[in-house]
């Protein structure tokens, strides 16, 4: 099927196993995963996806931008996308001229440094080298080290995975902007219905871009149900402010 010029595959795979999409990198195509599908879809459901112009997608008739093609794909799949690395909070490795592999100079090398999974020397790899250096302080941002530690980045991530399959509101429910200024962009997802439990059918996303604490009125009383801010708890009443640099998932109260 074409959506806005983007050419997406059949899924293929388990109906309610999860979901897996595939895209391919500049100048590539769908054929680049054509001998790995078949692995993946023995257990996931797999989605692949060419840019406009390659393989069987047709070329867009104009210019067509990195947002219209996020927005195109994010039509075809609703589901959310985290690169490799990024639940763990990885900066991108510091690669040598000799080390680089990447034919186009290195300027995509940093990004696609191993994943640290353990502490010490290699990191969780079975061979002594890696075809690329890892990322910087490995060991404090591997996934063994995370995994003990309830305020990292990978604790955050895996709160919210939980709470967004939890919930109707964050998995179906509608946008609606109810704040846009003062460093603050919050929305509010909501579904129909009448059954509310853990704030399923109702919950507001707000995050604060800036580094002071801000007034965040309209929502005072609702309670948190996860927090990038180590100083707010679950179900801590909101209070009409958001912490600084804070992310905050909340639901009314009931």
């Known amino acids: 099927m074409t959506i806005a010029a983007i050419s997406l595959a059949e899924p ?19 054929l ?11 257990r996931y459901r797999v989605i692949a996806w060419d840019l406009p112009g390659h393989c069987a997608a047709p070329a867009a008739t104009a210019g067509f931008t990195v947002g219209e093609l996020a ?13 490799a690395g990024e639940e763990l909070g990885l900066e991108d490795a510091e690669v040598p001229p ?45 996934v ?14 895996r709160r919210l995975l939980t709470l967004r399959s939890a919930s109707d509101a964050l998995r179906l429910g509608g946008h609606e902007i109810v704040h846009d200024h003062d ?5 509010r997802r909501s579904v129909g219905g009448t059954d509310d439990t853990n704030g399923a059918d109702d919950v507001l996303v707000a995050v604060n871009f800036t580094s002071e604490p801000v007034v965040f009125e309209g929502f005072a009383d609702w309670n948190s149900l996860v927090s990038s801010h180590p100083d707010r708890a679950v179900a801590q009443v909101v209070g009409g402010h958001m912490m600084p640099d804070e992310a905050l998932w909340a639901a009314p109260p009931r």
């Open 71 to 83: 927005d195109a794909v994010a039509s075809a799949v609703d589901a959310p996308f985290l690169y």
């Open 183 to 187: 460093g603050v962009l919050a929305w």
């Open 98 to 142: 000799e080390a680089i592999v990447d034919p186009s100079g290195g300027r995509r090398d940093g990004c696609r440094a191993p994943i640290p999974w353990t502490i010490g020397p290699g990191h969780g790899w079975a061979s002594p080298g890696t075809w690329l250096p890892f990322p910087p302080e490995a060991d404090e941002h591997s």
């Open 12 to 30: 293929v795979g388990p109906d309610g196993a999860p979901l897996l999409v595939l895209g391919p990198s500049l100048g590539t195509s769908t």
């Open 144 to 157: 063994e080290a995370q995994s003990a530690d309830p305020s990292s980045t990978l604790a955050l991530y």
């Open 32 to 42: 680049l995963w054509s001998t790995t599908i078949p692995a993946l879809a023995e």
